[in-house]
C-alpha cells in the first residue's frame, strides 16, 4: 500500500489532497516535522529529514509534496496525467512556479499573522510578504481569464498544486478578492470534495 508519511497540518496536506483526488488506498503515517523527522529510519526514507515523503506501493520513494503530486498523476491517472507533452510541461511550470513565485511571500505573511506567538509576529514582515504576492497573483489572474480551470477546461495536477500553495492565504489573511479570476478559481478547487475532506477543518 501507498505511504504517505507527515501530518496534515504540513505540506503533506496537498499530497492527502491527491490522494484522496486520485482514490487510491494509501495510508498516511504520522510523522511530526519537529521530531520524528531527525530519527534514523525518516532519514534512510528522506535525508532532508523534511515531510511529506511519499512511499509508492512497489518501494519507490520521493519527496518534495508538487513532486510527489506529479509521481502520483503520471502513475495513478484517473485524469490527472497530463495529455501530450505541452500539458505535462505547463504542470512542470505552473507547479514550480507556485514554490518560487507563491509560496515565500504566503509563508511570510502567515508565520507573521498567525503561526508565531504575538510577541514574535513582525507585521512589516507579514505585509511585506503579503505586498510580494501581487505581481505573481496577478500573473495567475491573466493566466485563468477566459480559463475555467489553470490549462483549460480540466482540472488537473498543476491546479490541484497551485491551490495547494495557496489554500493558507485565508489563515495569512491575504485577500484573493483583488484578483478576481484567481478568487473564482481558488474558491471552486477548494470545494471539490477532496480538497474538503483534507482542508475542510481549517480554522478562518
Known amino acids: 500500500m501507498i505511504k504517505l508519511y507527515g501530518v496534515p497540518a504540513s505540506r503533506a496536506s496537498r ?9 487510491v488506498p494509501y495510508e498516511n503515517v504520522p510523522v511530526s516535522f519537529v521530531g520524528d523527522v531527525k530519527k ?31 509521481h502520483l498523476a503520471e502513475r495513478y491517472d ?7 507533452i505541452a500539458e505535462r510541461a505547463h504542470a512542470v511550470q505552473w507547479s514550480i512556479w507556485a514554490m518560487t513565485e507563491i509560496e515565500p511571500g504566503l509563508i511570510d505573511a502567515f508565520v507573521h499573522r498567525r503561526m508565531l506567538p504575538e510577541a514574535q509576529r513582525d507585521a512589516a514582515v507579514a505585509d511585506a510578504g503579503e505586498q510580494k504576492l501581487q505581481r505573481p497573483l496577478a500573473v495567475l489572474d491573466g493566466q485563468l481569464a477566459g480559463r475555467r480551470w489553470l490549462l483549460g ?7 490541484l498544486n497551485v491551490a495547494s500553495v495557496l489554500a493558507i492565504a485565508p489563515l495569512a489573511r491575504i485577500d484573493l478578492a483583488k484578483h478576481a479570476e484567481v478568487a473564482r478559481w481558488t474558491g471552486a478547487c477548494m470545494q471539490r470534495p477532496a480538497a474538503q475532506k483534507v482542508f475542510g477543518g481549517l480554522a478562518r
Not at 529510519?41 to 506529479?70: C, F, H, Q
Not at 484517473?78 to 501530450?84: A, D, L, Q, T, V
Not at 477546461?153 to 491546479?159: E, K, L, P, S
Open 15 to 23: 499530497c492527502l489532497w491527491m490522494l484522496e483526488e486520485l482514490g
Open 40 to 70: 534514523p529510519e525518516y532519514l534512510a526514507k528522506n535525508p532532508n529529514g523534511r515531510v511529506p515523503t511519499l512511499e509508492d506501493d512497489d518501494g519507490l520513494i520521493v519527496w518534495e509534496s508538487l513532486a510527489i503530486n506529479l
Open 78 to 84: 484517473k485524469g490527472f496525467r497530463p495529455k501530450s
Open 153 to 159: 477546461d480540466r482540472f488537473g495536477v498543476a491546479d
